[in-house]
T-cell receptor
Framework: GNSVTQMEGPVTLSEEAFLTINCTYT??????LFWYVQYPGEGLQLLLKATKADDKGSNKGFEATYRKETTSFHLEKGSVQVSDSAVYFC?????????????FGPGTSLSVIP | EAGVAQSPRYKIIEKRQSVAFWCNPISGHATLYWYQQILGQGPKLLIQFQNNGVVDDSQLPKDRFSAERLKGVDSTLKIQPAKLEDSAVYLC?????????FGQGTRLTVV
């Protein structure tokens, strides 16, 4: 079946460090890929998305490229800030009959220290 | 545009009691989801509606959980009777095209 795997956390970085959170997926067909972020005490927010191979999603300095050949969608940011501390979820949306089903990875907790 | 509204935000109940959660999706969004997020895990789909019809409830524990979507708009999720392992955040989401919008969730604690 369809699934999403993420690197395990927690990840702790110093401010201005480079961030990579790995995400790989298994899916039939051509899924859309997402990164969601959950700040402490808040709901899930869409961070970025890519709907086809080689697309790059970007938002708030974060980027991820849809790599069909490696079935990956790694999240990167060149210089993290304390305010980026949150849990990050990789997700995919795969067509099942006529409807989308959004499947999430387990999440990666990021802590950025000053 | 208003977001997905959920209530209550927090609920504490004793095991074997019943509880209900309410969700008002974004206007015009035909697809509605209920997810269960246990602490430290990713959200798990419980049930998916298209308008007022169920299209996926394969992971809904139907012996204790039930959900309905009235007139294809608001939805309620009920647990009866609750177990300790039902302690989680229950997230409602609605979908437009390729993007799902989430509410802030209801945090349920079963003691």
């Amino acid at each position: 079946g369809n699934s999403v795997t993420q690197m395990e956390g927690p990840v702790t970085l110093s401010e201005e460090a480079f961030l990579t959170i790995n995400c790989t997926y298994t899916a039939t067909g051509y899924p859309s890929l997402f990164w969601y972020v959950q700040y402490p005490g808040e709901g899930l927010q869409l961070l970025l998305k890519a709907t086809k191979a080689d697309d790059k999603g970007s938002n708030k300095g974060f980027e991820a490229t849809y790599r069909k050949e490696t079935t990956s969608f790694h999240l990167e940011k060149g210089s993290v800030q304390v305010s980026d501390s949150a849990v990050y979820f990789c997700a995919l949306s795969a067509w099942k009959t006529s409807y989308d089903k959004v499947i999430f990875g387990p999440g990666t907790s990021l802590s950025v220290i000053p | 545009e208003a977001g997905v509204a959920q209530s209550p935000r927090y609920k504490i109940i004793e095991k074997r009691q019943s509880v209900a959660f309410w969700c008002n999706p974004i206007s015009g969004h035909a697809t509605l989801y209920w997810y269960q997020q246990i602490l430290g895990q990713g959200p798990k789909l419980l049930i998916q509606f298209q308008n007022n019809g169920v299209v996926d409830d394969s992971q809904l524990p139907k012996d204790r959980f039930s959900a309905e979507r009235l007139k294809g708009v608001d939805s309620t999720l009920k647990i009866q009777p609750a177990k300790l392992e039902d302690s989680a955040v229950y997230l409602c989401a609605s979908r437009y095209n390729t993007e799902a919008f989430f509410g802030q969730g209801t945090r349920l604690t079963v003691v």
